[in-house]
């Protein structure tokens, strides 16, 4: 490669160095620590061979300023970006996972299962951060023979506080008219079902409330 610095003048246009630390060849120039395009609207393509990566040492990738570009495009895009956390601000907030999975939610009376059975025992889960939201579907095919107050568990998330979910059941006999899942921290997650009977006037729902044929349709979020 013909190459032109100082003393040597042996170039025919592809490489030039001035010998004072500046290098420009066909549309490109290195001057400082500044690579950069000579033609306009030029691009600059890094392509190691084959299975070579491109990397950088520990030191940060930042823009020159605060810049309304996009990373990739519409029809140039990239199949996974791995980051520890991410920040839509100054920093202050990061979000530092996104995880979406299914569970299996477990019905029990006074904290047994002795003999429930399901024609359907499905959960499914979206984790943003510290926000889950959560869907449930149970439908019995026996409630079993333990007695108590009903709860759910399951998904392995603990609540960092109560939260209410909504509830659409069918066969489940109540005496007030609606029926609250209280999402709790209580040893993990952890669902308590509450009948209203009246203004201010809750009772716990157990195993006498449900059939052997009781389905249940729970959605709700919670924070962890």
Request: glycine content about 12%.
């Amino acid at each position: 490669m013909a190459y032109n610095n100082a003393t040597n003048t042996n170039v025919t246009g592809i490489v030039n160095a001035d010998g004072a630390g500046a290098f420009n060849g066909n549309n490109l120039d290195a001057t400082g620590n500044t690579i950069s395009s000579t033609d306009t609207n030029g691009n600059i393509i890094l392509a190691p061979d084959g299975s070579g990566t491109v990397s950088v040492t520990t030191a940060p990738i930042v823009p020159s300023g605060d810049r309304a570009d996009s990373l990739g495009s519409a029809t140039n895009s990239w199949d996974n970006v791995y980051a520890d956390g991410l920040s839509f601000d100054d920093g202050s907030n990061i979000m530092s996972s996104y995880e979406t999975g299914t569970w299996t939610p477990s019905l029990n009376f006074g904290g047994g299962t002795t003999g429930i059975t399901y024609s359907s025992q499905a959960g499914s889960y979206i984790k943003i951060g510290d926000f889950v939201q959560f869907n449930i579907n149970i439908i019995l095919t026996s409630k079993g023979s333990d007695t108590g107050t009903a709860t759910l568990t399951g998904l392995g998330f603990t609540p960092s506080e109560n939260h209410v979910a909504l509830i659409r059941y069918r066969e489940l006999t109540v005496n007030g008219k609606n029926v609250v899942a209280l999402v709790r921290d209580s040893g993990g997650f952890n669902i308590l079902f509450q009948d209203l009977i009246s203004a201010g006037n809750s009772v716990n729902i157990t195993d006498t409330y449900f059939e052997n044929t009781t389905a249940l349709v729970i959605t709700g979020t919670c924070t962890v």
